[in-house]
Nanobody, 117 residues
Framework: QVQLAESGGGLVQAGGSLRLACTVS????????MAWDRQAPGKQREQVAR???????NSLDTVKGRFTISRDVAKNTIYLSMNSLKPEDTAVYYC???????????WGQGTQVTVSS
């Protein structure tokens, strides 16, 4: 069983910054990709940013230029640096391990991010 532990969420004012971290119990190089998903109240979960095994990244259009996903393979940890936060970024953020075809993905328990206006 793979464990994903998120940290770094909290309450911040609009325009502020937060950095989320996710430490994984297995080497992150064993996954096809790692990602951050989020779910706001009453909305569907969406993928915010993703980093593939080769290091390629992509992100949601609404966070481009503000959020950056990165990783430290030696520490089995991924990060999400969030700048210029907006109230609409308020959500529970989940760390997501995207496994290869034929196996189930893994998610962490989530960390709350609240941006006040």
């Amino acid at each position: 069983q793979v464990q994903l532990a998120e940290s770094g969420g909290g309450l911040v004012q609009a325009g502020g910054s937060l950095r989320l971290a996710c430490t994984v119990s297995r080497t992150i190089s064993s996954f096809r990709a790692m990602a951050w998903d989020r779910q706001a109240p009453g909305k569907q979960r969406e993928q915010v940013a993703r980093i593939t095994i080769s290091g390629n990244t992509n992100s949601l259009d609404t966070v481009k230029g503000r959020f950056t996903i990165s990783r430290d393979v030696a520490k089995n940890t991924i990060y999400l640096s969030m700048n210029s936060l907006k109230p609409e970024d308020t959500a529970v953020y989940y760390c997501h391990a995207d496994t290869w075809a034929g196996t189930s993905d893994y998610w962490g328990q989530g960390t709350q991010v609240t941006v006040s206006s």
